[in-house]
Structures are given as C-alpha cells and as structure tokens.
C-alpha cells in the first residue's frame, strides 16, 4: 500500500510545484470559484499589510480571517506555497488513513482522489485558506476516528472557529464515538449523558480557550463581527458557485432577513433528522453533512467540494444502487467547464449578463443536491438489501421492485 | 433698481437722498434684521480700510461720517436694552460694535490657449464672535443664513465648492482657488462638538437647503476624516482631525439653481457692483465653472488681537471664447457677461478689476481698451504677475459713457505659458469588471528641487483596495512614501482613506498605483443608470511648492484678494492644491429586471435540497405491490356498474 502512496504523493507535489511556478496561479488564484471573500489569499497578505501599517485588519471589510490564520502566516508568510502544499498533502495522509480504516479492501485507484482532486489541486495553487480548514476538519474526522474524544474535540472546536459550520459535525462524532465505546444512544442511560457531557465541555472548553487566544493575539472582540458576522449576515455579494449572492443581490430589503435566516439554517437544519437516520452510520453522517455544509454555505468554494467528494471512494460500494450518476457526473463536469466561460462572457467581454453566471451555479447545486441525495438513497437501499437481501421477491414469488413509501 | 441709479457727485442732497435709498434697497436683499435704519452705516469701515477710500471724493465723505455714527450706536443700544437712551450707551456699546467689510474683486486672466479665466472673489470680514453661546442676531453685511449655520452647528470653518468642468492645468496654469469636479465640503467643527458625525449629517442638510445642492447625500459612505491634508486656513490652531469632515460628490451637477443662492449671499445681491456681470445663461456657457464658499475665522492686525469671520465668495469660470468666437480672438466684458460694469456695490469698502498683463507687458499680445495706467504687482502662486487695475469706486473709472466695457483684442498667439511646477492625473487601467488599478501620475517640473507632496485618495467602499499592491515609483525607481494613513473601508457604512507623504524628485514622474476589486452590489444599491458607472472622487494633492520669488509671508497686510487665500508660513515656497480627475469606474451588475425569477429559481433549488432529503429521511423501502393498469381499472369500474365481475 505504500508504493501508490509515494506515487500519489511525488504525481500530487510535482504537479502543485509546476502550477505554483507557472503563470497560471495568479490566474487560479482570482478565480470565484476557487477563492471566495472569506478565504482568498490575497485578502490574508492585505490583513499582514494592514498589520504591519498598524491598522487593525478587521477595522476594514477586506479581511475576515481568524486571528490564529493571521499569526499563522505572519510568521509563514514567506513559506505559504510550502504550507498550503503541506496542508493538502496532510489531508490527503489522513484521509488515506482513514479510507485504511474504513475499508479494509484495496482502493488504490480511488486513494488519489483528494490529492489529484483538480478542485483540490486549484484550491491548494490558489493557496485559498480552505486547505487549511479542510485539513483541520481531516484531522478531525481521523482522530474520531482514531477513538481520540480529546483531539476530536479539540480539532471540531478549530475547524468550528475557522467557520463556524463545522459545528454541526459534532453529532456524528458524538455517535461515532459513543457506538466505539458501546454506549447505546439511550436518553435513560447515565453513561450516554455522561458522555455527552464529557464531549461537550472539551469541545466548549477548547472553543474557549481558542477564542479567548484570539482576543489575547489582538487585543479586541473586533474579530467575531468581522469573521461569523460575515459568514453569518453576508454582505459581501461577490459571484461565487453557491446560492447566496444572485439571491440577496436580487432580494427585496424588506425579506432580506427572513430569507438570510432560512437560508442560513438551512445548513444547521438537516443535523438532527440526519442524525436520527444515521445513528448507526455515523461515519456517513459526516459525508452527509460536510456535503450539505459545502452546498448551503454562504461562502462555498470548490475545496469545500473536494473535501466531501474525496470521501466518495469510500462508498464505492454503493455505486450500483446509484441511480442517476452519469448524469449528474455530467452535469458537475459542464458546469466546472462553463464556470470559467460564462464568467468570461459577463464580466470581460460583455457580452452575457449576470443571469448566465448565476444559471450555472444554480445547475451545479442541483447538480450537487442530486448526487448527495443519490448517495443517500443508494446508502438507505444497500441497508434495506443488507437485512431483507438482495433479490426481492413478491408474496407470488415474482420479482420485486422497491420503493420509497 | 438701485444698480441702475447714478450718484452725481456734486449735488449733496440728491446724494444723501439716493444713498439713503440704495441702503435701505440693499437692507431689503439682504434681509438682515428688523430694524430699517440699522443698515445706513455702510461706508463707516471706509475710514479705517483708508488706502482705496481715501482716494473718494471728500465731500462725500465727510457727508457720511457723522450721521452714520450716530445712527450706528443707537441701533446697537437698542438692540442691546429695549429702551432707546443714546446718551448713556453711546461709549459702551461702540467697543462690542459689529464692524464689517466688503470687498469684491474680479481677476481676468488672457490664458495662452485663448481661454480667458475670469476669477471673482467676494469677502465679507466681521468682527464678532459666533461662539460661547453667544446669539448674534444683528446682521448687517454678513449673510444671516450663514452666520445661523455657523453658530448653531459650532463650524470654526466651512468650504465648499461647485464645480462644473475640470479645470486642466497644463493649459490654464494653476487656479486662484482650485477645487474638484462637482460639489466639495470640508468643515471643521470648534471641539466643544460632541457628536460630530450628528453634527455633520444636519449640517449638510441645512446646507444642502441653502445652495440647493445635492449635498444631503454625503452621508458615512463618502465622508473621511483626512488626517493631514486638510489643516484649518484660519486661525486656531486645534489639529485634532477628528473635528474635520470632509466630502466630495463628484457626481453633482452645478446650474442656475445653485448659483441663484450663492448669489442672494452677496450684500448688494447681483443687483449692483461686480455681481452684474453673473447671468448664468452666459457663466454656465463656459469650459470650467466653479463657484465656492468659504467661512473661516481670520485675524484682524499682526498682532492677532482681534479676530473676525471671513466669508469669502468666489466664483471661477473659463470662457471658451476662442472656439466659440467668430473666429476674431478678442473678447470684452460685455461679451463673455453680456453686461457691462456701471458701478461698483455701494456697501463695497473696494471694487477692483484686475487684468493679469505679465506675458503682455509692451503690449505685444494683446491690446487693453479702456487703457488704465494703474498697475498692480502681487505674488500669486509662487510668480510675480503684474495686473492692470480698474478701481470701480473711482467714478472716471467708467468714463464718459458711465459704463466699463473692458476690451482685449490679441495681436499675436504666440509666447508659451509658465508651466505650472506640480501636475497630476489620474487613470483607471485594466480592463474587465473584476479588478482594476488606480495609476495617479504626479509631475514635478521644477528643475532642480524636489518637494514634499500630500495625497489623499478617498476611495468607496464598492472598490475594495488592496493596499499590500500600493506602489510609489518615480524615475524607475521604488520612491517609498514616508507617512501612510490608510483607513480601510467598511462595506455600506465608510469608504477608504488613503492618505500619504511622498517626496516628488526634480524633473520627475511620480507613479502611484493600487489595485481595486469590483464589488457586486445589491440591485437596490445601483444609481438608476447603472452601466453609465459610479464616479470616485478627484485625488488630492497638496503641496508646499518651491516659490520663483519670495512669498510674502505678511498675512494681514492688505493684499488682492485672489493672492491672499492660503496662508504662507514661509517665503521660499508657496501652498498649491490641486485635483485629479475624478474617475468613472464600471461595476458588474445583476440583472434589475428578474428580482421575482431569481427568488423563485433559487428557492426552488434549496426546495429540491429539502425535498429529496425529507423524502429519504421520512420513508422508508417497500416492495411495491404492482398497481392495476388505469384501462383495467377503468374497465373495472364500468364492468361493476354494469354488475359483471371484474377482471383479473
């Protein structure tokens, strides 16, 4: 298992290396879809720049990082390249770990997807800080994984800071870690509640202990509006491949805060009916929700795609419940091509309006819902086959179709 | 109808009838106070300003002086007390007595380009104190509007411009008194102020009234507090700049409507001295206009003992004469104005003309009818110019005809124009409606020296600046600006602030460019023509300029008016302040006319999202027990009916 690995690995760095030398990552690296205002690079060496003209970076409306990512890069600001590769090179260690874990069959042809993801290989050129969230959220899952409540915790309550969303990732682990420890999901068990409780305040206790390490690094609470006010409220209606921005540029004033708040729980939504669905899955509980997070966040880009499709080999298994695979795998593929087109067309050459920018990200978040709920539903049949077996048959004997009711 | 009287010199009584007349008429305009006898003091300061007046005839004078005084310290005890008792106040008051002075003055430039630049300035001086709750209520010259502004909102000093055109330095050379394309304000308010932004916000309503402008819509997105480039003019010498607002809205139009207004400030109104000559159908017929407000407090001696309010009114504008002419290059007053001058304002303490002959001093360019032989010299913008004056308090200033129609017909094109020393523009580059850079070139022509220069770039929040691509070249080479202040903007609420020192080498181009990002906005947020563009405010550039001559550093001492604006500390350089063009930048739009189509499409995505999830959360897999085919059932229901049994 080793020598793919290394292969992967070596194809995975050589191929970062080139695009970071050649003249295509200043190009990647302005491109909507790969950096969003919350993530982009450029906006991280402004915030040093504001740092160093001893301005606070959140006094502006450019820089919406974490004071932890501010710091972080103020010391590797020279070394970026060298750490985003890092970063995607660790997460896709991880995830290689896990898919080890998960599954015990061979998978090599699928080990590489993450890493050699082209979503994943722009994001990384663009050195959007995405990489950096996806392999917290990596860490995280693996450490769950790995049984470690703490690190899990620990990590859960980082990538949370980083953007809030990840805090709905909590119930899986929770469930995950609690079926590990053979604790059954029970309100009248002691032990379930004492768990809970355990979980709980290492995950508070470190989202503390983080928070109040940002406001010790800067002095001011200016970074909460600044980072969640942003993420939250969403002002800044740059295009980008989500559903927010055509929606409130084109929103009456007057609905601007009831839609703001159904679409914003949209995403924290799904958690609980998923969770009770998936209680013995939790592993795909978490696919589940880093999928709907990456589809209903205010600010998604393609790495937060690339994180919940490298978990795709995982359910290879499922492929032959899919149902409609191919057409949505064509759609994904059109749409990531004409992304780049119609932008081309609507703000260079003037010859397209906004509407044709904003179809596209509609298809591809259809696109995106479709292949999820394909999954889901693939997921649910297989457990159906796994305990009534795989041919069906009627009470007369005759083949069996079966159905949603 | 007072402008159109003549005062014959030699008759005394029809004098003092008529003056009598002409001050209770210029009561009338400028509506100062209730009192109808209070306004007949005018020429009261004419003793004290000596120099012009003392060249009036004596007998009018003398006719003046004694029945003004009286009249002066009886209004003021009554104003004071209720009860009119001369005697008593008579030594009290006359120490706390309003004086006031008024001086108006036109500056006519021939520019080289056949342009001609016509510059009135207008000063009322007061001696009175706004402040420390103190109710003024006694008007006499200074606009009563104004001086209400002034104390209500605690203003220590108030600028504001109206510009129609850009005024383009390397044809015309630099201005009198520059200002931006469109409408400017900057105040700085006394520190007793405690909310300043309030403060701000009525104020620019309350004038917003008053010059019928546009200026209600400087609001937090368009206001900076710069932080270096704006110093207080007048006296004072608090620079704490969180008491200075300043504004521009290049976008403003300038018209009649507000030069009306501006007009209604002036004491004699456009009904009597140079004011005549404002006929907007011929002021706004010009390449550049530009009518202007300032209020600030100034000091009365050397010593600075007293203190008094200027109000300065001034009006720039350039006549386009050479294309719009007949092909003759020649203009005359009456043609640029389409008036002529009969007299000067009466309230006037001095009326002058000056013509600028410097580049004409045999006569060699042009010829000047009626041909005066009083010449003026006087350092203006760092050169010593040398002005034909016309003094229209002098009653042989208007010869036989009683009327002054100046005349300059020009006899050759040729000679070159005074390259001004410092220059700047400004330009939008890249292309596409993601990114752009701001390019601002800045040309020191100066031989040898090089000199400091202010800039102050306010930029809207809808440009997101980058400052970390801000670079400063000059000759090649990096030229790193020694103080920055940059205020970053927030999104809807205020725009950037960008305000640096760079040293321009001799001989040189100075480069500075930014990168910006287009933002999208909401539909709502766009101005009705969209794709026409949103306009950024002119750069400021200011700058202490090495002088040709020395300065005269002597502020109080009576000098032309257009020469005295800027203080000057120092005699070796001089105080320029020019702007850039203001820039049009293009930002993508979203489609105004699908608000409904957009609403509905995306709910219907997040809506399948919904729906496929609850479907597969809420169900759950069954075998499907195969339905009848809809031809059995239906022949099923017709076979029961009918009482047969059904099929199968």
Redesign the interface.
């Known amino acids: 298992m080793a020598a793919p690995l290394t292969v992967v690995l070596i194809v995975a760095v050589t191929v970062r290396a080139c695009l970071f030398r050649s003249s295509l990552a200043d190009l990647i690296a302005e491109r909507v879809e790969v950096v969003s205002p919350l993530n982009a690079w450029k906006r991280v060496v402004e915030g040093l720049a504001l740092l160093d003209l001893g301005v606070s970076p959140y006094s502006g409306d450019v820089f919406h990082e974490t004071p932890l990512i501010i710091y972080l890069f103020h010391f590797l600001v020279d070394y970026a390249e060298i750490t985003f590769m890092v970063s995607s090179l660790s997460s896709h260690i991880v995830l290689y770990c896990l898919l080890l874990s998960l599954i015990v069959t061979s998978c090599c042809l699928f080990v590489d997807r993450y890493l050699l993801n082209p979503f994943t290989v722009l994001s990384c050129v663009a050195k959007s800080t995405c990489g950096l969230n996806n392999a917290i959220v990596a860490l995280f899952i693996l450490s769950t994984i790995k049984k470690n409540a703490l690190l899990s915790a620990i990590f859960l309550a980082l990538s949370t800071y980083q953007s809030i969303y990840p805090v709905t990732l909590c119930a899986p682990a929770v469930l995950y870690l609690l079926q590990r420890q053979y604790i059954p999901v029970n309100v009248r068990w002691a032990s379930f509640w004492w768990f809970l409780l355990q979980y709980a305040f290492m995950y508070l206790g470190s989202l503390f202990v983080i928070i109040c390490l940002s406001f010790f690094l800067l002095g001011s609470w200016d970074y909460l509006p600044s980072v969640y006010g942003f993420i939250l409220s969403v002002p800044d209606l740059t295009p980008n491949i989500g559903l927010f921005w055509y929606f409130f540029a084109e929103m009456f004033e007057h609905f601007r805060l009831f839609f703001l708040c159904v679409f914003q729980i949209n995403v924290f939504f799904y958690t609980i009916p998923l969770s009770i669905k998936l209680k013995e899955h939790p592993v795909f509980l978490i696919f589940m929700q880093l999928a709907v997070i990456s589809i209903f966040k205010s600010y998604p880009t393609v790495g937060d795609i690339a994180l919940y499709m490298s978990f795709l080999p995982v359910w290879s298994h499922l492929h032959r419940f899919l149902r409609n695979i191919f057409l949505v795998s064509c759609v994904l593929l059109a749409c990531s091509a004409l992304f780049p087109v119609l932008w081309h067309l609507w703000i260079y050459s003037g010859s397209a309006n906004s509407n044709f920018y904003y179809a596209i990200t509609l298809l591809f978040n259809v696109a995106q819902i479709l292949l999820v709920s394909d999954y889901f539903y693939a997921f649910l049949r297989r457990e159906h086959h796994l305990t009534y077996g795989l041919y069906l048959k009627r009470k007369d004997g005759s083949e069996a179709t079966l159905v949603l009711k | 109808m007072a402008a159109r009287r003549n005062i014959p010199v030699g008759l005394l009584f029809i004098l003092c009838s008529l003056t009598f007349l002409i001050a209770t008429n210029t009561h009338e305009t400028t509506s100062t106070s209730e009192h109808p006898d209070k306004a007949v003091n005018l020429p009261e300061k004419s003793t004290e300003t000596g120099g012009q007046t003392t060249e009036q005839p004596a007998v009018e004078e003398r006719q003046w002086e004694p029945t003004e005084f009286q009249e002066e310290t009886v209004n003021d005890a009554a104003a004071e007390k209720q009860d009119a008792t001369p005697p008593e106040t008579t030594t009290t008051s006359a120490g706390a007595h309003p004086k006031d002075d008024f001086q108006e003055e036109l500056v006519i430039r021939p520019l080289q380009s056949g342009d001609v630049y016509a510059s009135f300035q207008f000063r009322t001086l007061w001696e009175t104190d706004f402040m420390k709750g103190n109710k003024v209520s006694h008007y006499r010259l200074f606009p009563k509007s104004l001086g209400q502004v002034i104390s209500k909102f605690s203003v220590r000093e108030l600028h504001i411009s109206f510009t129609q055109g850009y005024w383009r330095t390397m044809q015309w050379g630099q201005p009198f008194m520059p200002s931006p394309p469109g409408a400017e304000l900057w105040v700085w308010f006394q520190d007793s102020v405690t909310d300043v932004d309030g403060t701000w916000k009525e104020l620019t309503n309350v004038l917003s009234g008053i010059f019928c402008a546009s200026l209600n819509f400087i609001d937090s997105t368009n206001t900076v507090q710069p932080s270096a480039s704006f110093k207080p003019l007048g006296i004072g010498n608090v620079t704490d700049h969180r008491f200075l607002r300043y504004a521009t809205l290049p976008r403003e139009i300038v018209c009649t409507e507000n030069l009306t207004p501006w007009k209604k400030l002036l004491p004699c109104g456009s009904k009597a001295g140079l004011a005549v000559l404002m006929k907007s159908e011929k002021l706004f017929h010009s390449s550049f206009h530009s009518q202007a407000v300032h209020i600030r407090p100034v000091c009365q001696d050397s010593e600075c003992t007293t203190t008094s309010w200027e109000l300065r009114q001034t009006l720039n504008v350039v006549f386009d004469l050479h294309t719009s002419g007949q092909g003759k290059r020649e203009w005359s007053l009456f043609k640029m104005f389409s008036r002529t001058l009969t007299e000067a304002c009466p309230l006037a303490s001095s009326s002058k003309i000056y013509i600028d002959i410097t580049d004409n001093p045999q006569g060699e360019q042009f010829e000047l009818t009626p041909a005066t032989h009083l010449l003026s010299q006087a350092v203006v913008l760092g050169d010593r110019r040398t002005f034909s004056v016309y003094d229209l308090t002098e009653a042989n200033t208007f010869g036989s005809m009683r009327s002054l129609n100046l005349l300059i017909r020009w006899k050759s094109s040729e000679g070159d124009m005074l390259r001004p020393l410092l220059h700047a523009e400004r330009y939008v580059a890249g292309?596409?409606?993601?990114?752009g850079e701001i390019h601002t070139l800045m040309y020191n022509y100066h031989p040898f020296r090089s000199f400091p220069i202010l800039l102050l770039d306010s930029v809207p929040?809808y440009l997101?600046l980058?400052?970390?691509t801000l670079t400063v070249t000059s000759k090649g080479k990096d030229n790193k600006p020694s103080y920055?202040h940059?205020?970053?903007?927030?999104?809807?609420v205020r725009p950037?602030l960008l305000e640096m020192l760079v040293q321009l080498p001799p001989n040189s181009v100075t480069e500075v460019t930014v990168q910006f990002?287009r933002?999208?906005?909401?539909?709502?947020e766009y101005t009705p023509d969209p794709n026409h563009g949103f306009y950024v405010g002119s750069s400021v550039i200011s700058a202490l300029v090495p002088s040709m001559v020395a300065m005269d550093t002597n502020n109080t001492k009576e000098r032309p008016l257009f020469s005295s604006f800027f203080p000057c500390k120092e005699e070796s350089s001089y105080f320029v302040r020019i702007y850039t063009e203001p820039l049009l930048v293009n930002l993508?739009?979203?489609?105004f006319s699908?608000?409904y189509n957009?609403?509905c499409?995306?709910c219907t995505?997040?809506a399948?999202?919904?729906g496929?999830?609850y479907?597969?959360?809420t169900?759950?897999?069954?075998?499907?027990?195969p339905n009848p085919r809809l031809a059995k059932r239906i022949a099923n229901v017709i076979r029961r009916l009918r009482g047969v049994p059904p099929l199968a």
């Open positions: 292309y596409g409606l993601q990114t929040w997101r980058y400052i970390h920055i940059y205020q970053p903007s927030k999104d809807r950037h990002e933002a999208l906005l909401k539909w709502t993508p739009t979203p489609d699908m608000p957009v609403i499409l995306t995505v997040v399948v999202g919904y496929s999830l479907n597969l959360l169900r759950s897999f069954q075998i499907e027990e």
